[in-house]
């Protein structure tokens, strides 16, 4: 009760201060947006639904958790092999969905890609220092759907540096 009547107060405000609706929508997301740094083990622990041992092949790992109203998303950066990755991801569990189907193994994609990896893409990423993708000069993508994620995947060919993007996708 008090947080339904806390978000009403706030969307009064916001929609005095906003003057629109979209100003008074991003408002209410910025309230209800929570991030945090994620730690290997518990986006291990996430991915796998139990505790899981993070992987030695898995080094210098860093990360960001961002949970927005119906859904979480990950952005992580870590030191790992290519071959290691795409096996990884690919050996997730994921669930059955009606309406969608989880793809049996990661496939290369073009620089479409490339948004995902944009300091502009969320305003809480642009804060993180691990997050910087802009330098890698050797890129390739791949995408992964793992029914409820989206594994969009960035390997810097010349250092082995993995950046990792994570959405959570509903039905």
């Excluded at 906003?18 to 622990?45: H, M, P």
Aim: aromatic share 16%.
């Amino acid at each position: 009760m008090f947080f339904r009547s806390s978000l009403l107060i706030s969307t009064l405000i916001l929609s005095l201060c906003c003057c629109t609706w979209q100003g008074t929508v991003k408002g209410i997301f910025e309230i209800l947006t929570v991030s945090e740094t994620v730690s290997a083990e518990d986006f291990f622990t996430d991915m796998y639904h139990e505790p899981e041992p993070v992987p030695s092949q898995i080094k210098n790992f860093q990360g960001m958790r961002i949970d927005l109203p119906g859904f979480t998303s990950y952005y992580l950066r870590y030191d790992s092999n290519e071959w290691f990755v795409l096996n990884m991801v690919n050996s997730m569990p994921s669930y059955q969905s009606a309406e969608l189907e989880s793809d049996s193994r990661c496939e290369v994609t073009g620089e479409y890609a490339a948004e995902k990896f944009s300091l502009n893409y969320t305003d809480e990423l642009s804060k993180q220092s691990f997050w910087q993708p802009e330098q890698i000069k050797e890129k390739e993508y791949y995408t992964c759907f793992k029914f409820p994620w989206r594994h969009t995947i960035l390997f810097d060919k010349r250092s082995g540096t993995v950046y990792h993007v994570i959405e959570e996708i509903g039905e």
